[in-house]
């Protein structure tokens, strides 16, 4: 192998004797402390973990080379996967190898463009339960303040009802605790990849135990689903040949060749769980707050519904492909707020990047926004501005000053390579059909002046300390809303 430096020749932060980098860490802060660093000491730098050393990578060349060359030369961190399956959420984001390719295949099938559009008319069906629900939870709290709550209900719903088959609804029925627990396990996982040593395997806090008691509430839960499908699967046997969705076809398995086992059928539901709603609904909830900060946005958002839906509602989704400026603006808040801004990977042979020696089983960690909110990347990074987003077709696409970077390879909030989140298409169709249901009716604004939102890192980024709350928009906005030009904002 040929090259001029190692990655022990990288600058980084000065760590402390034994323990390296791990004391300096802001834990609730990470990703924002990786950018720090990158900004200090280039786009690639050195940490040390105990003994283990760490590049964090800021550059999205570099990123785009390693989520490419995956599964053969990177994986995903292995102590990533081993706390992910110790929690029981083994499935198809910690897999490798022909496992990873095994349960690929079947989650890709199922989020593919084909099975979201069939199941679009549940989406609007999701959509207008949230919206009864929001037009009566008004009655009773004028000031709505429960919107992260209500996406991931709703973002559940979407899941369960797409890859399960199962209306849990818990958009409605309030009883039901699902959205609860599944909030707890991001957190705790986070918590585990974290710490240095695995002290719950020897005496376990209170959050350890409350953690368990929602796995196994989780775990209940799907049990249940597992067994109605399966009744459902014996009783129409037809469904085995030609399964409808996620879990009939991960159950028609068991009498093929090269069945899934029941900790991949498990893990694997936890899987489509968790990735489906967390980052949807952190990236819906942080664009309420950009609704609120830019209230011109919600104008334009309303005009672009009134041209391209109209009174009557969503009819198919070929109207979302139209929806251009809502689609702009997730973007630009996936742009400015991502929600999964760390990647950790390792590698798995001795590879040489950029004339860099990175030894086998390497830790790499992928920072996603330092690129994404970069001047380098974008003309005034830090605004928000969807119209970035929306260029003509003749309009060469590429980020200003990067010379060959597209936008969209400097901002990567759905990951890259073969292991490209297979759920993008869905997250989007959900994205707009929820945003339209919440911007067409209603008007989302500060509870109070001081702007006090900050970048949370818990796994996924999340909005701590968002003031935001929902009221029904005045007739008069209504109106005023139809006399507003989008192509004039
Ligand atoms: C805004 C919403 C979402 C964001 C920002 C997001 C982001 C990501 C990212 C960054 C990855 C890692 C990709 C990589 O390693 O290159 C990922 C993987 C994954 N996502 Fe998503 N995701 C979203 C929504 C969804 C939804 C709705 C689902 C399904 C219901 C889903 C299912 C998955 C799965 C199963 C994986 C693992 C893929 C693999 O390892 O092969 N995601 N997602």
Known sequence: MNYSSTFKDLKGPKGKLLVGNVLDLDKDRLHLQYEDWGNEFGKLYRLKFLTTPVTVS???????????????????LSKLAEVINDVGVEGVFSAEGDDWKK?????????????????????????????????????????????????????????TNLAFGYDMNTVENSENTTQQHVEKIFPKINQR?????????YFKSKSDKDFEVSMSYLKEVLGEIISETQKLLDENPELKEKPTNFLEAMLASQEKDNPFTWDEIF???????????????????????????YPEVQDKIRAELKDVIGEDGFQSLDQLKELKYINAVMKEVSRLKPVTPNLYMQANEDVVINDIFFPKDHFFILQLSAAARSEEFFEEALDFIPERWITEPSVNNTCPYSGHIKKEDAAKPFGGGP???????LAEVEFAVFLSTLVNKYQIRFSSEKDEVEELFAFTMQAKNLNVIMSVLPINDKQEVDNYNLSNA
């Open 58 to 76: 800021t550059d999205p060349d570099f990123n785009a080379y390693i989520l490419k060359n995956r599964p053969k030369k990177f994986r995903r």
């Open 103 to 159: 349960q690929r295949r079947v989650t890709q099938k199922a989020l593919d463009k084909r099975h979201v559009e069939a199941f679009f008319p549940k989406i609007i069906q999701v959509a207008n339960r949230l919206d009864n629900y929001w037009s009566n939870s008004l009655k009773s709290d004028p000031n709505h303040p429960h919107l992260t709550q209500d996406f991931i209900r709703a973002t559940i719903d979407v899941t």
């Open 193 to 201: 990849i974290n710490s240095p040593f695995p002290f719950h395997k």
């Open 267 to 293: 893990g694997n539901l936890y899987t489509m769980l968790l990735a489906g709603e967390d980052t949807t609904s952190n990236t819906l909830t942080w664009t309420t707050y950009f609704l609120a900060k």
């Open 419 to 425: 292991r490209l989140c297979p759920g993008k298409y």
